[in-house]
């Protein structure tokens, strides 16, 4: 069964949300969940994070930033467009719970996913100190609704164009060293990013998760492709995760299986281009 496209728009450039007709995902989805969708019935499966769910409309908000053949070819969809498979809600949810003070700590693209996770925990009655960064002003989104979601915001950009001029984690380790009693700091976007905040965290006992991303496939723990090293015992981050302790992630395994079609990737996006008739 086809899923609909009801809105589509480019937040900023590369980035893109997307609300599907999903009333059935919508209804089971809960933070930290993720879907693997296929534009079409020859297309490769791509996992997303699920950003945002209404049950009562039955929708689902993804976000997801171009970088590949199939997030380029669906970014080119619009509302009214199909997607021929979304499988989901898939993987563990965040958990959500009355921890106290809770940093959440969004990079990139990875702000989408700590939206829900930051209003859950709000709702749930922590203090949320969120921190979300971006190379640059231009390419930074949803500022005002995790300003919603949270207790306090800072935001961070890498060029200094707004907010701090540096890295989230220049604000995690202020935060901590201000004395705040931080009971536990959650982290999502590029896993350079996941790494260095879990190297501030770490010197002070502050329980750290991190949402990983690594290459899926079927998504139900059965083909092996998203395996992650933690503590030293491999997991699949489909079914025992997403979510992780940060202090005991192999990041350089992440990292390097993450780079591992990055050759066949080129050669899909070359061979579109060449398709593409000339202007
Ligand atoms: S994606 Fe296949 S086992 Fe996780």
């Known amino acids: 069964m086809p899923f609909t496209i009801l809105k589509k728009r480019e937040l900023v450039p590369t980035i893109h949300q997307v609300d599907v007709a999903a009333p059935r995902v919508a209804e ?9 969708l296929r534009i079409d019935e020859c297309g490769e499966r791509i996992p997303l994070t699920i950003a945002d769910f209404d049950a009562a409309d039955g929708t689902v908000t993804l976000i997801f930033q171009e970088i590949g053949k199939t997030t380029r070819q669906l970014a080119s969809l619009g509302a009214g467009d199909s997607i021929a498979d979304l499988a989901g809600p898939l993987g563990c949810a965040s958990s959500i719970e009355r921890f106290g003070t809770v940093v ?14 930051a209003r859950g925990l709000m709702e749930a009655g922590n203090k949320v100190i969120s921190i979300i960064g971006a190379r640059s002003a231009d390419i930074l989104f949803w500022e005002e609704r995790m300003e919603e979601a949270s207790s306090e915001l800072y935001v961070t950009t890498d060029d200094g164009t707004k907010g701090h001029h540096g890295f989230v984690t220049d604000i995690v380790q202020k935060v901590i ?29 502050v329980k750290t998760v991190v ?23 491999t997991k699949f981050a489909c079914v025992d995760g997403p979510e992780f302790d940060a202090h005991e992630v192999d990041f350089t395994l992440l990292m390097s299986r993450l780079a591992m079609y990055l050759p066949e990737e080129k050669e899909a996006l070359d061979y579109e281009a060449a398709a593409e008739p000339a202007v």
């Open 28 to 36: 089971k989805a809960m933070p930290g969940q993720f879907v693997i």
């Open 104 to 117: 959440c700590v969004g990079g990139g693209v990875g702000i989408a996913p700590i939206f829900p996770i």
């Open 177 to 205: 060293e201000s004395g705040e009693q931080v009971d536990r700091v959650i982290a999502i976007g590029p896993p350079v990013m996941m790494r260095a905040v879990a190297g501030v965290t770490k010197p002070f006992g």
């Open 211 to 233: 949402s990983l991303n690594p290459i899926m496939v079927d998504g139900t723990g059965m083909c092996g492709a998203c395996r992650v090293l933690v503590g030293g015992v």
